[in-house]
Nanobody, 128 residues
């Protein structure tokens, strides 16, 4: 079993920054894909960013490209999402997720049904 615990959310003014953390425990993760998703009120959950636990390229949805950076610290079993130049439309609950048996190819990384472990979410609110 895998446990994911997010932290780092909060209230920030537009243009500000936040760093979200996702602490993972319970299994070894070397072949996992780790993702960040978000869900705003009244909207569907959407992909934000993904990274392979073993390293390599990172992947972003268009909304976060150039502003968000996903990274991981293997020693701490933690995945981060650095968010800069935040906008009010970034307001959402942000979820960390793990895909323990990823399909080949990055085209799968943005599909939430591919992820089998989820954290409880952390609220990010960006005021204008």
């Amino acid at each position: 079993q895998v446990q994911l615990v997010e932290s780092g959310g909060g209230l920030v003014q537009a243009g500000g920054s936040l760093r979200l953390s996702c602490a993972a425990s319970g299994r070894t993760f070397s072949n996992y894909v780790m993702g960040w998703f978000r869900q705003a009120p009244g909207k569907e959950r959407e992909f934000v960013a993904a990274i392979r636990w073993s390293g390599g390229p990172t992947y972003y949805a268009g909304s976060g490209k150039g502003r968000f950076t996903i990274s991981r610290d293997n020693a701490k079993n933690t995945v981060y999402l650095q968010m800069n130049t935040l906008k009010p439309e970034d307001t959402a609950v942000y979820y960390c997720a793990a895909d323990s048996d990823p399909k080949f190819g990055s085209r799968w990384y943005g599909i939430d049904e591919e992820y089998d472990y989820w954290g409880q979410g952390t609220q990010v609110t960006v005021s204008s």
